[in-house]
């Protein structure tokens, strides 16, 4: 039998495994159920500091708590010293890309950019998702000042030839930005993979901080070109120049000394928060700006700056480690942090704590946005407690809900009819967890449009895999209080704390019925919330609850039944002109589903398809050259064709 229990609930099996694990220096390996890596660490004494993960909980962060009860197995590698255990755990973490490892406390605050690496054309987005893609990709970020990534990607984009499209737009040829030297023509592989590979590489050096390197080595190439009289590529070559200088006239920012590249790193902290700011100077420029948030409940200064030096310079190019870094504290062991980051560089790193002139004033510039950003990371989360202790008071709830979902219907007298489900975690729209659903009740149609029976069908096809959960004798509470991987298996990871319905009471009836029908209405907690007067209803009580229209908990419900609406509308109105989309090719001789479906994925669009020739139609796989004149005679004769 496989054993999918964790380590921590196995005290024989833990206490044999600590005991094998030695008192020197090293690397250790938090492992799960998987076999996946959730967590690297280094320590001088590595029993006495994994020992310390099982001493009881009271003294680990939420983050580490969570990965703790995730561990199956433990491993462990043995070093000389602390300087090559530190050298290590880098590279393993590099390797490895441990979810655990990432000091950000939510992931999706700060933007990353993402270059695909290991994919035969490189593809940039930016993300604010920082997972283990495949080992070849690299992150670079995170990045403050998304606004600026964006420009600074769209200026790129137009610098530099490159795919500036997600997916090619046709199958057979490329599209304009191809004929205007926007793109390569990586869809028709009009450019090699290595070729690409290098244009990639030269961009990448801007969001390493090095775009003085590129610039010297632009120009290199610019001259080259001129005397071997390739004027055409020297002038291409002389506007990616500048478009550099144009990106390096926007940071006004500078410290003296501009021959020594270095990163200034400062932070401001409360009671449970540290909010860390990297300002990166390059050429005495500022180029970039990093954020980091970590725990700070019984960590000293020292310590968080130390951690985030180690885990920052873990996770980046070799390249991009400057040669000096100006710090607000000094840190414990800083000679074996600059030991190994010398070694990682191939050349000198120092690590200085300025006490005056213009280096300490520039220290004392990064702590106040490092404030700034505390601040504000603050107030918005105090902002959501607020919330939701307001809307567990109202509700009468034992908990603060956690995870809330809202639902909507959309239609058109009864047309397309849809639905959406949107969840907030903490207060905060969680997107991945959105889901769409299509009306599937025949007597919803044109002319019939039935919200309770739309509202009715949702909620069965959401709790229904539940409902057989329980019917099978599962414990619904002891299952959401002890998630195991089994949950997972059995899709039953999603338990929501509230879910709220846009309407009134005769929505709410509806979902009343159909949670009785799948014996769930003792489980689940209900709201509806409706629009006229914002009057907020629950299951079991006629009348409306008594709430003020401005108070924190009823603003919390109508941004969560905003964005339902939001997201359903949207749904609606991309069902309606695919359908739409549809009906128009319907109406042309000769074309059944098949043929339709073929054309729309051969030209995306059917004002592509209004464009083609009578050649380009024919080239679609099903058609032929006589259904081909009959699409481009439908389009092309004034009766039919579209304005």
Known sequence: MIETESIINQPKRLKERLSQIPQEPGCYLMIDNNHRVLYIGKSKNIKNRVTSYFRGNSNLSPRINLMVRQINEIEFIVTDNETEALTLESNLIKQKQPYFNVLLKDDKKYPYLCITWSEEYPRMFITRRRRARKEKDRYYGPFVDVGLLRKTLFLVKRVFPLRQR????????????????????????????????????????????????????????????????????AASVRDQIKGLNQLQEEQKMTLPDSSISRDVVAMARDEKLASIQIFQMRSGKLVGRLGYIADANKFSDSLILKRIIEEHYSLVEPVEIPNQILLQYEIDNQNIIENWLSDNKGRKVRLLCPKIRDKADFITLVKRNASYELD?????????????????????????????????????????????????????????????????????????????????????????????FKQQGGDIYTAINNYSKEMDQLALNDWPDLIMIDGGKGQLSAVKDVLIRLDLDRDVMACSLAKRNEDVFIIGQRDKLKTEFDQPGLLLLRRLRDEAHRFALSFHRQQRGSKMTRSCLSEIPGMGPKRIKELLNTFHSVEAIQLASVDQLANTPGLGKDIAFQVWNYFHNKDNSIS
């Open 166 to 233: 997600p997916k090619p737009l046709f199958k057979d040829r490329t599209c304009l930005n191809y004929s205007i030297g926007r793109c390569p023509g990586v869809c028709q592989e009009k450019i090699t993979s290595f070729e690409y590979h290098k244009t990639i590489k030269r961009v990448s050096m801007i969001f390493q901080g090095r775009t003085d390197d590129l610039s010297d080595l632009l120009k290199e190439q610019m001259v080259k070109y001129a005397d071997q009289q390739q004027y055409e590529l």
């Open 376 to 468: 504000r990371i603050r107030d918005g989360s105090e902002k959501v407690k607020v919330e939701l202790e307001d809307l567990a008071s109202f509700l009468e709830l034992e908990f603060y809900p956690r995870r809330i979902e809202g639902y909507d219907i959309s239609h058109i007298q009864g047309s397309d009819a849809v639905a959406s489900q949107v969840v907030f975690i903490d207060g905060v729209p969680a997107r991945q967890h959105y889901r769409k659903y299509k009306i599937k009740n025949k007597s919803i149609r044109v002319g019939h449009s039935d919200d309770f029976l739309s509202l009715a069908e949702v909620i069965e096809r959401r709790f229904m895999k539940w409902s057989r």
